[in-house]
């Protein structure tokens, strides 16, 4: 990453947590000049739908460059639900189904239907799924896997610029 940065190359660099992104970050920033930090952005792969959802909000050294001039079709910050919150929410949606489910399998099934849509599902499932989602519009909020989803549709519509930059790590 500093020698590509050294280059005068734009680069993306994505990790699987927070705490790897911002490792990296610290060490490629400790290599390469505080002149090219414009031109570096890292994060985990929610925090860079976030960065390309509201390109105007990176607003700090690291990416600057990166996200000028980028397009989104978002205008208002999206509330993300907090981990609580979202398993009341499943809770309350296992419980209205009345189908014998654990969390942990409610919540699979409700990720599965959002990476898949046309699932087959019987109906005590489409019921945890619809009630879920219910309560998440009328919350306001979205989850972490929205997030993706968001960007992905964005981008798939031509609505959100692709990150502009040399290499994709």
Known sequence: VAYLLGQG???AAVTFT?????ELRGRASSMAPE????NLIVGTFHSMCMYMSFPERIGRQYGRN???????????PWK???????NAYIIAAIRESGLAISMKDATSLIEEWKAKPSMILDDQ?????EKYAEQMRHSGKI???DMILKANQALSDSQMSPLPVDHLL
Do not use: C, N, Y
């Not at 927070?18 to 911002?22: C, T």
């Not at 002149?35 to 414009?38: G, K, Q």
């Open 143 to 145: 989850d972490f896997q």
């Open 80 to 86: 993300i639900v907090d981990g609580a919150e979202q």
């Open 125 to 129: 499932q489409r019921m945890i799924v």
């Open 35 to 38: 002149s090219t930090h414009a």
């Open 66 to 76: 990166i996200m000028k001039g980028m397009k989104s079709p978002f205008r208002q």
């Open 9 to 11: 190359k734009r680069v």
């Open 18 to 22: 927070r705490e790897a992104a911002l």
